[in-house]
């Protein structure tokens, strides 16, 4: 009924930006599998390699729409007004590996065994006021410990801070599985912990641009199509994993094969690498404005901007 | 066309080179200039020809080119100044290039040129496989081509053999024949001064003054005679003794003080 | 009254001959032709000690895979057909880069080498603007330009611009200032002086600036393919480069040097061809 | 028998005078001289320009900052002490880079000028690494070299030493082959004939690569300081741009850009010193 | 010391220049090269100097050098070969700054060699500020600095004014006079080579051949008397005479071809 509709209707035209990696596995999904064109849209995926180019590319209207992860440079774009958040994606959550802290061989031969003892060493993350910063620091308030005394090293690429951890110029790093993937089968690093298991958290989010916000239909339809892909990713990949890996069998082949296209990878390592995603797109407003909270301490976000200002409260669903 | 040289004066910074020169080039002279090495010729010939502006007076031109000269003050370099990258037909094409001419007018005027300065072999080479001599006919080539109303020539023959000094100075001759190409000759040969010029500008060392205006009493055409040749003699020599008498001594003083 | 010596006196006498020692040679040297072999040979070289490095475990293949590793995934990218779509989507836009920055700076060059006003300001400008760097301005440029082939261009045209504006213009500096007063003195124009003798007086430096810029161009589709890019050997590398796959960042890697090793042969073509009057 | 002429004939009569025309000055231009001020003026003028339009909300103040902001962030950081440390961490790096890549590319120029196995090799390896992107090369830095000074200055001397060797060799190669015959004709040692005609030879060409490669050296410390600086301009930069505070990254660039100002200014001194014989 | 030219010959790529050249210069002889543009006297002083190396034959030398000499072979371009960031007095110094030489010597010796060639008031200019008769001094007062066994010379005094030529004529025969320095002189100019040379070889046109060794009659120093002034003169009519014979009507054929 729904693709008679689509039909006899002009199609809405939108842009989305995203990144290569599973934590957009719903976007992908809703686009290979027509979910999108259902509910009307027609929609151009647009492919960035980095989180923050994303954000800006809404803000100036190149794309309606980004889905990827909070950085402090998005909450600087939101205040000022150049974009606003519209719902959840990806989350830090017990159980669904994501990003984990890695420890080099030498620091782990020190005495590195767990994230408590995080403390006073020297630490890899890709850029300051990123979201592995982020995660240090809710590590920092966890353990009692002040982020003053683990020394932030900003490497501005994964590859840059996989190298320095296999290097043994840092003690340890925060880096995505797919990136620690092969240092931790070469043995060229330790696995910690998992950031999920200890400091749960609203990684990721959707947001739109002033002019997408403008049109309701638009947002909406693309809310609702995004939804039946969380629940279809949550229900099938999700609810088959099983010690951070979703099983391979007939019922997830399917959806593991979209997101290893989109991805590049082949499927065996799409699977130990799904991130949680909330089956119905809420977002954890209180952790978005924890988020801020932290940042603006830092330094990282200006002061004034509120977590009431960045989202667009008539379409997110409040955890 | 006339040229005239009014009270030009030329100093390079603190150094005064030129010191109120004034001639008259009338329509189809010729006026050699002579004088000691460093002394200016080179630059009063670049002010005469417009590519240097003088300290003091002017180069002027009175009456009209002839209309079919391409470019009526043509110079013949004393450094030859040869495109490197170009063959020898092509710099002496090169100044053609802009003229009024078709293809085959050019091929006629290069290959004219090219004959008379016996460069018709060497057509296609570039001019570091030139020896002196032949860059210098190139240079001749190049400026007969765009049939001046003046040429200004900066010792032209002077990297050349005897044989074909003789020869370019007979084809020279025979151009200045019809009187309607005037030319300024530099050089340092009073030989060929005497030969080829109506009158002899004679200049003091520098800064370089008019020592002496010197006139040839015969025409061109009169000093192929055999009677012409001693009296040119003569007066090759008293110029001699004139340029040597005014100068010799004071060099000689610099040189060993 | 002439003693016509003849030939006797011409040719050396045979019986002090023996003594007589060659005059050494003294003109040698100073003209390097490349050979045609050597650099390939040396290649090889390099990569044949490179392969052993990796096959004996002297360095981690993780972060260096030895050269088999690397041709592996060039092949299974050429096989898989993406590294064709990676190629040409990365060719158009340096090439369009490239030849948009070149003319402006070829321009630009020889403004500021014919123009006082343009010298002032032009050197002003480039000495302030050359130094930004490009991946600071990747927001700015996203900003202005959004993210289609507009700023992948710019940023590979604006890298190729200032280096091709200097070289222009320090050639069209040493064109023999006597050629030029030659031209001038023929009256030919201005326009005719600037193309018949300070380009070709100019074009040992321009090829040269060439040979520069051509490698920048190269340099910077990583740079431009950070801008949203879904094609190109760029994001090819940046992907690889996030993912740890070492093996593809080099096989996109060793793509640029292949078009490295190509553009540098074309300008050596260039070379002997244009610069066979030296 | 000599008919002197004497003074009248010298000059021209007097009453013809009238109808004679200066001969038309030809021999004017191509000597550009770069005004004191023209550089400057343009630059106000343009700064003026852009701060009218951020004055009169015509650009997104969050697309481009005006002048005024940007000036207010510097003198912020200046006053909070911040840019100091910034400047002098970058300082040392871009100099040290640069010396080292100046060394190293002027003496494989030279090679490569001088010697037919140095070209084959040395042109070769030039055009295939030249165009390998540093930002993909960073991890295997990090890894040899680690995370502290090394690789920053690493970073900067490849950048640095590609363009100098290429300016390096074409220098040499144009240098006129009779004074280098010259040279050989008087006995002069090989080492002197390079550093007294075939360095003085080729200065113009290595001091036009120098303004290239200084500038390369400057853009590059953004590169350098993604291996996790905690100072130095590019991490300033590269933070403000991971931020979003464009007006912060924006001085970050103004400051590079005095740098490159002043450099700019340093090699016309040094060509107005060196090369004054042209 | 001698110097011997051993059936050189020389081909540039497919043009041949040289043809089976050979003779002698004894110690303190001079030897005057002369022949038509082109005909490859520069190309064959380059092989007598050692800076080309010939097609066939070679050039050789016997005996010892004069123990004092800083450069038993030395040159004087015919394109000067002066280098533009060097003033005059750099340019003089330069072949003497690795010899074994005090500051203080070599000082002495590029200024008498700058006295000797009137280049004194020129000291700090660069070649692009002299005349061309000026450039052309700094190039012989250069040779004279490193004291040569033999000077090879290409048409030395081609560029400069009567005077100048006639004092540094003088110059260069008084230098020769003791006979501890031999010269290879190439000129265009018959006067010249009768008044300096002890031979004469006469080249022919391209591919240069040896047509004539011409040997003069008279010792350097006897040439100075009145007497044999018109010997010397009719010597200089006689080889003009030969070469016109020889190759003036090929030329003249070639050229109205
Ligand atoms: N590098 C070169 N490559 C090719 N041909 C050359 C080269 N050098 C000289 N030639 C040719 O060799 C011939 C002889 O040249 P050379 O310079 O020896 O003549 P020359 O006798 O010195 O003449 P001139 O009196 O005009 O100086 C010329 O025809 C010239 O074209
Ligand atoms: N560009 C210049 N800058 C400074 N001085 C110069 C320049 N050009 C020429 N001179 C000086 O001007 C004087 C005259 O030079 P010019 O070339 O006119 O002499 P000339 O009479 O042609 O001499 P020659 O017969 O040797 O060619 C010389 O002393 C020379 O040093
Ligand atoms: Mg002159
Ligand atoms: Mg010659």
Not at chain 1, 10 to 28: D, M, N, Q, T
Not at chain 1, 71 to 91: E, F, Q, W
Not at chain 1, 137 to 147: M, P, R
Request: aromatic residues 8%; neutral net charge; contains cysteine.
């Amino acid at each position: 009924a729904a693709s008679s509709e689509g039909r006899c209707q002009e199609l809405l035209k939108a842009k989305i930006g995203v990144l290569r990696l599973s934590s957009s596995a719903p976007v992908l999904i809703a686009q290979d599998k027509g979910y999108f064109k259902e509910a009307g849209l027609e929609i151009e995926l647009k492919f960035f390699d980095a989180a923050q180019p994303i954000a800006v590319a809404t803000a100036s209207g190149d794309v309606d729409f980004g889905v990827t992860a909070f950085t402090a440079g998005l909450y600087n774009l939101a205040g000022k007004g150049a974009l606003k958040v519209i719902g959840g994606m990806s989350r830090e959550k017990a159980g669904y590996p994501l990003i984990g802290y890695f420890a080099s061989n030498n620091a782990h031969a020190g005495g590195l065994k767990t994230p408590k003892d995080l403390a006073g060493k020297r630490i890899a993350v890709t850029q300051t006021g990123s979201s592995f910063h982020y995660s240090l620091g809710l590590l920092a308030d966890k353990y009692n410990f002040k982020l003053a005394e683990i020394k932030v090293l900003p490497m501005q690429s994964l590859s840059n801070a996989a190298a320095a951890l296999k290097g043994e110029t840092v003690d340890a790093a925060l880096l995505p599985v797919s990136t620690a993937r092969k240092l931790i089968d070469d043995g060229g690093a330790r696995l910690l912990g998992w950031v999920g298991d200890e400091t749960p958290w609203q990684l990721g989010a959707v947001f739109a641009s002033p002019k997408a916000l403008g049109n309701k239909p638009l947002v909406t339809k693309l809310l609702a199509a995004l939804a039946r892909a969380d629940r279809e990713y949550h229900d099938v990949i999700l609810a088959s994993i099983k010690d951070g890996k979703a099983d391979i069998n007939d019922k997830t082949r399917p959806l593991l094969e979209i997101i290893a296209k989109y991805t590049n990878l082949p499927v065996e390592q799409v699977v130990g690498n799904c991130a949680y995603i909330d089956p119905d797109g809420k977002l954890d407003v209180r952790n978005v404005a924890n988020q801020i909270e932290w940042l603006q301490e830092q330094g990282f976000v200006d002061k004034g901007v509120g977590v009431d200002a960045i989202i667009a409260k008539e379409f997110v669903k409040a955890d | 066309m006339d040229l005239i040289a009014h009270h030009i004066s030329h100093r390079f910074g603190a150094l005064e080179v030129l010191d109120d020169v004034s001639f008259t080039l009338r329509s189809g002279e010729v006026v050699a200039i002579v004088g000691p090495s460093g002394c200016g010729k080179s630059t009063l010939l670049s002010i005469l020809g417009g590519l240097l502006q003088p300290s003091a007076g002017q180069a002027e031109w009175r009456g009209a080119p002839p209309p079919d000269s391409r470019n009526p003050l043509t110079f013949v370099f004393q450094d030859f100044a040869l495109l490197p990258w170009c063959t020898v037909a092509e710099n002496v094409e090169f100044p053609l290039l802009h003229a009024n001419l078709s293809e085959r007018e050019r091929c006629a005027v290069v290959d004219d040129a090219l004959r008379r300065t016996s460069l018709s072999d060497f057509r296609g080479a570039y001019p570091r496989q030139l020896s002196g001599g032949m860059r210098q006919r190139v240079g001749i080539a190049r400026a007969l081509g765009v049939r001046p109303a003046i040429l200004l020539m900066d010792e032209p023959l002077s990297a050349l053999d005897s044989q074909t000094r003789e020869l370019l100075m007979e084809d020279f001759i025979r151009l200045l024949a019809d009187g309607s190409m005037g030319a300024v000759y530099v050089t340092h040969n009073l030989e060929e001064a005497v030969r080829i010029a109506d009158r002899i500008v004679v200049l003091s060392r520098r800064p370089g003054r008019i020592r002496e205006v010197v006139t040839i009493p015969l025409s061109r055409s009169e000093r192929g005679d055999i009677h012409a040749r001693e009296q040119l003699l003569a007066l090759q020599s008293d110029l001699w003794s004139l340029i040597r008498e005014q100068a010799v001594e004071a060099e000689r003083e610099v040189q060993h003080a | 009254m002439l003693d016509r010596a003849g030939e006797q006196a011409a040719s050396p006498p045979a019986d002090i001959n023996a003594e007589a020692r060659p005059v050494a040679f003294r003109g040698a040297g100073f003209a390097p032709k490349a050979g045609r072999y050597s650099g390939w040979i040396a290649l090889v070289l390099v990569l044949g000690l490179w392969q052993l490095a990796g096959s004996a475990g002297w360095v981690n293949p993780l972060f260096l895979p030895p050269p088999s590793a690397i041709a592996l995934a060039l092949w299974k990218l050429a096989l898989s057909g993406a590294l064709w779509n990676h190629v040409s989507a990365s060719v158009v836009r340096i090439g369009a880069g490239w030849i948009l920055g070149t003319m402006a700076g070829v321009a630009v060059g020889f403004a500021i080498g014919l123009s006082s006003l343009a010298r002032g300001v032009g050197i002003t400008f480039i000495s302030a603007l050359f130094p930004i760097p490009k991946i600071a301005l990747l927001p700015l440029l996203i900003l202005w330009l959004g993210i289609g082939e507009e700023p992948k261009i710019a940023t590979i045209a604006l890298g190729v611009f200032f280096s091709t504006a200097i070289s222009v213009y320090s050639g069209v500096d040493a064109v023999p200032r006597n050629l030029i007063r030659m031209a001038q003195s023929f009256g030919v124009p201005f326009a005719s002086i600037v193309r018949r003798v300070i380009w070709p007086g100019a074009l040992p430096s321009i090829l040269a600036g060439f040979r520069i810029s051509a490698s920048v161009a190269l340099l910077l589709v990583v740079s431009a393919e950070m801008i949203g890019a879904q094609f190109g050997i760029g994001a090819f590398v940046l992907q690889a480069g996030n993912l740890m796959q070492t093996d593809q960042l080099l096989a996109g890697v060793v793509v640029l040097s292949l078009f490295g090793l190509a553009v540098g042969k074309l300008i050596n073509l260039l070379e002997t061809r244009l610069l066979h009057w030296r």
